[in-house]
T-cell receptor, first 115, second 115 residues
Framework: EAGVTQSPTHLIKTRGQQVTLRCSPI?????VYWYQQALGLGLQFLLW???????NRGNFPPRFSGRQFPNYSSELNVNALELEDSALYLC??????????????FGDGTRLSIL | AQSVTQPDIHITVSEGASLELRCNYS??????LFWYVQSPGQGLQLLLK??????LVQGIKGFEAEFKRSQSSFNLRKPSVHWSDAAEYFC?????????????FGSGTRLQVQP
């Protein structure tokens, strides 16, 4: 069974640019989550998508956005990049589940560097 | 709001020695608890999870964790550490309330294994 896949693995951008990160969940998983792992800030929840809808978002500005496609893959978009956006962006997936007691399985992440 | 504290930022143990990584959580209801491991340059791998029932849970790679409600703890243990266990370990609590599925992570414990 293929795990969560993310692309690209590395990106270098400059301030003010826009970036799109991609994630394919494990087959059969409908929920996709995005996390940011920045140096000194730890792992922080960004967004949760399920069945094509944004279900919840963390404490991030609106320039962080995304979407989920009918095949449950997802994109994370970041506009007007700032230096502090440099981080490892992790995608996770899980089945939805009635009680939410489904563990999240993570990809290897996209490392974004802002110059 | 939930929170997770991992009081040990860095731990060094000798190969073959036992290991215990500490995790304390704060959550208003019965928590869903997880331990993940992250090797350099990689994503997070789920080691084990606690949802309910037996308070001692077994995971992969010979790890186990014990949920102690009275101490709000979920410590990770391994009886004999291998050099390949060197990595960063994250404890997480799941906010599985309706409409929220974010994991809240501790700041991590970096494990170094001495030969």
């Amino acid at each position: 069974e293929a795990g969560v896949t993310q692309s690209p693995t590395h990106l270098i951008k400059t301030r003010g640019q826009q970036v799109t990160l991609r994630c394919s969940p494990i087959s059969g998983h409908t929920s996709v989550y995005w996390y940011q792992q920045a140096l000194g800030l730890g792992l922080q929840f960004l967004l949760w998508y399920d069945e094509g809808e944004e279900r919840n978002r963390g404490n991030f500005p609106p320039r962080f956005s995304g979407r989920q496609f009918p095949n449950y893959s997802s994109e994370l978009n970041v506009n007007a990049l700032e230096l502090e956006d440099s981080a490892l962006y992790l995608c996770a997936s899980s089945p939805f589940g009635d009680r939410g007691n489904q563990p999240q399985h993570f990809g290897d992440g996209t490392r974004l560097s802002i110059l | 709001a939930q929170s997770v504290t991992q009081p040990d930022i860095h731990i060094t143990v000798s190969e073959g020695a036992s290991l215990e990584l500490r995790c304390n959580y704060s959550y208003g209801a019965t928590p869903y608890l997880f331990w993940y491991v992250q090797s350099p340059g990689q994503g997070l791998q789920l080691l084990l999870k606690y949802f309910s029932g037996d308070t001692l849970v077994q995971g992969i790679k010979g790890f186990e964790a014990e949920f102690k409600r009275s101490q709000s703890s979920f410590n990770l243990r391994k009886p004999s550490v291998h050099w390949s266990d060197a990595a960063e370990y994250f404890c997480a609590v799941g906010a599985y309330d309706t409409g929220r599925r974010a994991l809240t992570f501790g700041s991590g414990t970096r494990l170094q294994v001495q030969p």
